[in-house]
């Protein structure tokens, strides 16, 4: 690891959507597009760097919710049929622009990526599970997981067995769909407290990462700070994430995305065309919604925009790259050349920051991971490989903390979305009553069929999906819903079990709805 190694850490993570119910629903096209623009481009990156024999590029978590969406063959039909429909709309955006000097050169690359992106669809047979798990075990990158639905675990943990659910099965179903061992958990929101890492071990994690103040307000209080990890009193292990290498990619103002050579976002022709022009591309046909097909780069603050131009984008993702990599040196060399611990900047994303919302960030990814193969001074490196480097490291606790805005628990917890909290901590008790009380029940049996759909039903209603949306005043009706709904069905179910009246054709037709964790446990809530 020469000086010093950088972690570079994506979180793949999307909430469960999934509406056998209706032909079409607008959600759903949140998994095509991440799909479009940020897992397939980065199994495409993953290749060429395997390609090139670099071992140990990067971290990758994907949630449980995200593994079963892409395992699922609804889902799976559905993309091929969303991807049928955007290469259609490149067709259009090809004959449209023609001779467009500006335009036509970008319909073309459009095409280009859609047609990429049906082939490694089709290389891979649909399996990214699979495909990801492959690079994993040729060492390319480190896979890991999260919590089973990605619930804020420290505004659940009055109820103890809600926080062991969503852990343990979060490792149950990462074994049964990669077929691999997760060392490690990706906190949801990072969000921590003391205590958690005794769950974390029991489902058989031994590290996790943390904001920075998560770490630096350790008690006692981190010798080297974040640039090694900490180790809880138990042996699980803590890292931190560093505010500057957040800062160059996260930061609103200063970070690398918002360059004005860069793609614009926001500027889209499922707003900028005429309705009946995009109308046969829209999910329901009447709702204007981003297509992936735009034309202007960032250009400045105002509304003003100019054609956006790949090949001046690329100059600065090599630029970026490299002022990356050179802040990186400069902050392992400040570390004064120790070698016990050694130096280490983690560095965590979400992964759909790259390529979907940053059109160029995997670009810039890969030029980041083929520098520093490069350099003498720094390398890249995963959490278990830096461990397993057996590094002499500081025991503390962590302080709680989470990565949301203000750095603890008010974006999951405020005047929009605290109504929930109750209806979930009750729900959560009466899940373990229903567990103890019907333990018993012979697997396939309706009882135990029921019992497993509750536990589904509890799990859906935790994501913490659902209270971010609130407080972010996005989709929050949608959010609105689905936690009520599923509330519903758990307290329906609940009701069936302790009156043993269960109506077998409504929980059929939720086992048919929510296709997640097919050989759920119930009993972890016991």
């Not at 990619?249 to 022009?277: C, E, K, M, Q, T």
């Not at 039903?457 to 935790?462: G, R």
Request: charged share 20%; net charge negative.
């Amino acid at each position: 690891m020469n000086r010093g190694a950088q972690c570079l850490v994506l979180h793949a993570h999307l909430p469960y959507i999934r509406h056998p119910e209706h032909q079409h629903f607008l959600e759903e096209n949140w998994l095509f597009e991440a799909l479009n623009e940020t897992y397939l481009p980065l199994l495409q990156m993953l290749e060429r760097l395997h390609a090139q024999g670099l071992q140990d590029c990067l971290a990758l978590s994907l949630s449980p919710t995200l593994l079963n969406m892409l395992r699922d063959p609804l889902l799976q039909q559905r993309y091929l049929a969303h991807l049928e429909t955007m290469q259609r709309l490149a067709e259009q955006e090809m004959r449209r622009t023609r001779g467009d000097a500006n335009f036509a050169p970008l319909a073309r690359l459009y095409a280009e990526r859609l047609q990429g992106a049906a082939e490694t669809y089709a290389d891979y047979q649909q399996d990214l599970t699979g495909a990801f798990a492959e690079f994993h075990r040729a060492g390319v990158l480190e896979l890991f997981t999260s919590a089973a639905t990605h619930g804020f675990l420290p505004l659940l943990k009055t109820e103890p067995a809600a926080v062991r659910a969503q852990l343990e099965i979060g490792a149950h179903t990462f074994r049964s769909l990669t077929g691999l061992e997760p060392r490690g958990v990706w906190l949801p929101e990072c969000g921590y407290y003391r205590g958690l890492e005794a769950v974390a071990e029991a489902a058989g994690f031994g590290w996790f990462f943390l904001d920075t103040h998560g770490i630096l307000n350790a008690a006692p209080r981190p010798y080297y700070g974040v640039t090694a990890p900490i180790v809880c009193p138990n042996g699980v292990a803590a890292f931190g994430r560093d505010p500057e290498s957040s800062r160059q990619v996260w930061s609103r103002d200063a970070g690398y995305p918002g360059d004005f050579a860069y793609r614009d976002f926001y500027r889209d022709i499922g707003f900028d065309l005429d309705l009946n022009a995009i109308r046969a591309f829209l999910p329901d046909g009447e709702n204007r919604t981003q297509t992936g097909f735009k034309y202007y780069r960032i250009t400045g603050a105002g509304d003003h925009k100019l054609p956006y131009d790949p090949q001046q984008a690329a100059q600065r993702v090599q630029a970026h790259a490299a002022d990356f990599v050179n802040r990186s040196r400069r902050s392992l060399e400040a570390q004064g050349g120790r070698r016990d611990p050694l130096p280490l900047i983690v560095s965590p994303y979400d992964a759909e920051l790259f390529g979907h919302w940053w059109f160029e960030g995997p670009d810039w990814l890969e030029a980041v991971i083929t520098r520093m193969a490069a350099d003498e001074a720094l390398s890249t490196a995963t959490p278990s490989a830096y461990l397993d480097a057996q590094q002499t490291l500081q025991r503390a606790t962590p302080s709680a903390s989470s990565w949301g805005e203000g750095g603890y628990n008010g974006f999951w917890l405020n005047p929009g979305n605290d109504w929930v909290y109750p209806y979930l901590h009750a729900a959560a008790r009466r899940m373990t009553e229903l567990a103890r009380r019907h333990r018993q029940a012979a697997a396939g049996s309706l009882r135990r069929r029921a019992l497993q759909q509750a536990a589904r039903s509890l799990l859906l209603a935790q994501a913490s999906d659902w209270a971010f949306i609130m407080r972010a005043e996005t989709s929050e009706s949608y959010a609105f819903s689905r936690t009520r709904d599923h509330l519903a069905r758990f307290n329906c179910l609940a009701e069936g079990l302790d009156g043993d009246s269960i109506d077998e054709r409504y929980l059929q037709a939720l086992e048919v709805m929510d296709r997640i964790f097919p050989d759920i446990a119930p009993e972890v809530y016991a």
